[in-house]
């Protein structure tokens, strides 16, 4: 627990001086500030109950395996504005910039992650909106194509996340999903459409696990 009165460091410089740049496991095309072991990452984040996780300083592996299969597949992006929604470390969002996006936004409701996202796009010479902000109950935003990695670890979310991923469906929108089988990832409304081995943090152990890439019934 932080003390009364002890100041909250710079994000931006904390990322620079305690995460070191280093390839993503799988993605060697992106490179990425990453939390290590003595990275003290608590004095960023926090401990309090409200503290947002600090789940943009690692890995995951929605996030990854959707990477891969957009730089992969770069006509699945290419010319089209892109909305990365829980974006973390911005891994999604880089790599549809990467592909060839016409825009490419970034949200996440973690400030500190919005400040990672810039520093991550710099280093991989990208253009990205990033916003802090949950828009989950907002109406679709004007975009072509929605990317969401990783979003299923909780009942709640996932089913707000679900609602607002089937209005942007309804309104036109293109919506992939990546996740590798959490437990609350809807599987019954679910087409998987590629799969890939990559790293997941979220595993408990960092190491590779198989992920997939799905789309709603009803894309296309």
Not at 108 to 134: M, S
Not at 198 to 217: E, N, R
């Amino acid at each position: 627990m932080k003390r009364p009165g002890m100041q909250q460091p710079d994000p931006v410089a904390f990322i620079k001086a305690n995460l070191p740049i280093s390839p993503v496991p799988s993605i060697p095309e992106i490179r990425l500030h990453t939390a290590g072991p003595a990275s003290g990452l608590w004095r960023l984040a926090g401990r309090r109950e409200a503290d947002p996780a600090p789940y943009w300083a690692y890995p995951w592996a929605g996030g990854a395996v959707l990477a891969r299969y957009l730089l992969d597949r770069p006509e699945i992006v290419v010319g089209r504005r892109v909305l990365d929604l829980g974006a973390g470390s911005g891994l999604v969002a880089i790599a549809a910039a990467k592909a060839g996006a016409a825009t490419v936004t970034a949200v996440d409701i973690d400030a500190n992650a919005i400040a990672a996202i810039g520093l991550n796009a710099a280093i991989n010479g990208v253009d990205i909106i990033a916003r802090a902000a949950d828009i989950i109950e907002d109406p679709p935003p004007e975009i072509d194509l929605l990317v969401v990695g990783d979003l299923f670890y909780d009942p709640t979310l996932a089913l707000r996340v679900m609602a607002f991923l089937r209005r942007c469906q309804a309104s036109g929108i293109e919506v992939l999903i990546g996740d590798p089988e959490r437990a609350h990832l809807p599987r019954g409304e679910l087409s998987r459409i590629a799969t890939h081995i990559v790293a997941d943090f979220g595993g408990g152990t960092g190491g590779a696990a198989p992920a997939g890439v799905f789309a709603l019934f009803g894309n296309g």
